[in-house]
């Protein structure tokens, strides 16, 4: 747990607490601490009240070493007493994708491409852009002798899988049966030509997606939105709720459909309440209980 081990000037940067900017700081620590949290326990109870037990015990006793020293006794009573009312919320975000029971990560869809909602009818994709890309650009960096794997008309199979979301390597190459080296040389080409961008990692963590244009949605300005309005929540969980309202395509959806399956419904509704009041999407209708939402049009491709 190196990420979250914070120097001994840390929580002055934010003002004198506990005003509101050193909550939310607080609650940035709890959330991020909570992620690394589970991510360390190797092996967590099937059961969900023992899995969920173990899971605050730990974040306990991770707050306490951290923090020892590096703050007041009356600010670590404060994030004590927080934790009480925070735990109930954060844990259902970050639980259902990082820790399923047995501590086993559970398997993706075909070739690891990640299993989003089929929300949209009409795709993600805007198809005539990339086949007029196809037709002239592609020519610069893909093979064109039939028996190669990697042809241009295969392509927007492999985009429509993506759904506008993030992929790795790995998923690239599985998907037309490629080494990774030569995997990782297309790619590179493909970005250097503009089909694709990076998300400006290293390593394990590099990523890759199908550029804006070719999109029915903003996507790159749509993350940074989210990230900024969900600055409190673990990275992880603001990304993937933005690859599922790419996902959309722009479309309304229930939702229940927005979010994470698994997450309690209390947790979506809270979501959707936030992006709404900030003009991410808008209501389309309400029944009973369940609204309808979209994403607002400025967060739509023109055209």
Not at 92 to 120: Q, R, T
């Amino acid at each position: 747990m190196q990420g979250l081990r914070p120097s001994a000037g840390d929580w002055g940067a934010a003002g004198p607490w506990p005003g509101p900017d050193q909550e939310k700081l607080d609650r940035a620590l709890v959330a991020g601490l909570l992620l690394e949290t589970i991510l360390d326990i190797p092996d967590l109870p099937d059961d969900d009240q023992a899995r969920t037990g173990a899971v605050k015990a730990r974040l306990k006793y991770n707050l306490a070493t951290y923090l020892a020293g590096r703050v007041s006794l009356d600010h670590f009573r404060s994030l004590i007493h927080n934790l009480e009312r925070w735990f109930p919320y954060y844990y259902p975000l970050v639980s259902p994708a990082l820790a399923p029971k047995g501590g086993k990560v559970e398997p993706a869809g075909a070739c690891g491409l990640p299993e989003l909602p089929a929300i949209s009818s009409h795709g993600v994709l805007r198809e005539q852009e990339l086949e007029d890309w196809l037709a002239g650009g592609a020519r610069e960096v893909l093979p064109q002798r039939p028996h190669r794997k990697l042809l241009p008309a295969r392509l927007p199979e492999f985009f429509r899988r993506t759904q506008g979301g993030w992929f790795r390597i790995g998923d690239f190459q599985a998907h037309f049966g490629i080494d990774r080296k030569t995997a990782w040389e297309y790619l590179q080409k493909l970005r250097a030509v503009g089909l694709l961008e990076h998300n400006g990692q290293r390593s394990a963590a590099v990523r890759y997606c199908l550029a804006d244009r070719f999109l029915l949605v903003r996507a790159g300005d749509l993350r940074q939105e989210i990230a900024g309005l969900l600055g409190d929540l673990p990275r992880e969980v603001a990304r993937r709720l933005a690859d599922r309202l790419i996902a959309t395509g722009g479309e309304a959806f229930w939702e229940d459909r927005g979010g994470e399956p698994a997450q309690p419904p209390e947790v979506r509704k809270a979501l959707t309440s936030r992006l709404v009041a900030a003009g991410v999407l808008k209501l389309v209708m309400q029944a009973g209980r369940s609204r309808m939402v979209r994403l607002s049009p400025p967060w739509l491709q023109p055209g």
